[in-house]
């Protein structure tokens, strides 16, 4: 399949979205809720069909936290490296669902798991996007301790992403969580420092750190608003946008 044109709406190249593995569980909790995952395909497969070239990090919650573990008495890198697998899990599931809406696809893991998924190859991985196959990163970075948000900051430098996407369940960054405080209140835009300066709970510090180094923009919105993701890559005023002081 020829890689699609570029669309005149299409604000941006090459993308990275991170989706959690929560996401992939919809109303259930927990699992892989297949009609979470095919509507989440749809709109994936919707802004390719924009001629972007799509890299995207999953996390694998829905199956193992590993940091959860950890909590209740197991070694932190043998339940990291569980929580890794879980990705793998997702990835395919993904994979399986963006190829039944007609698009071609790779799950690069950064585990050699040779029978289900490539090994991580940064120009191998840049060559498939370049090609127009959506990149699908699984097994964090293969490394305890480091969250699949940091991955996802990682990855999106390493194959050299215009932004990274962070698809949530909330509508982007509050001063407080607006699940518990009806008064909580939403930024439109915010930089690196003050996320890390106010404790903002949007990624880990090693991710927004790695981000604000390289100046690498960050929209943080709700996934489940369906055309989200279009909207943002269109251009669009959706979630919260977290960029640098120099980029204003």
Known sequence: MPKL???PEAHFTRILLKLSGEALAGQDGSGINTETL????????????LGLEIAIVIGGGNIFRGVAAS??????????????LATVINGLALQDALEKKGKFTRVMSALEINAVAEPYIRRRAVRHLEKGRIVIFVAGTG???????????????EV????????????????????????AVMFKKVTFMEVLNKELRV?????????????LP???FNLHDTGNIKRVVTGQKVGTLVTSRTME
């Open 218 to 220: 960050i929209v943080v």
């Open 160 to 183: 050299h992403a215009d932004i990274l996407l962070k698809a949530t369940k909330v509508d982007g960054i509050y001063d407080s969580d607006p699940v518990t405080n009806p008064d």
């Open 71 to 84: 909590t209740s008495g197991m070694d932190r890198s043998s339940a990291d490296h569980m929580g890794m």
């Open 5 to 7: 044109p570029k669309s």
């Open 38 to 49: 095919d509507a989440i395909a749809q709109e994936v497969a919707a802004v390719h069909d």
């Open 143 to 157: 490394n305890p301790y480091f969250t699949t948000d940091t991955a996802a900051a990682l990855r999106s430098m």
């Open 203 to 215: 990624m880990d510090t090693p991710a927004i750190s790695l981000c604000k180094d390289n100046n």
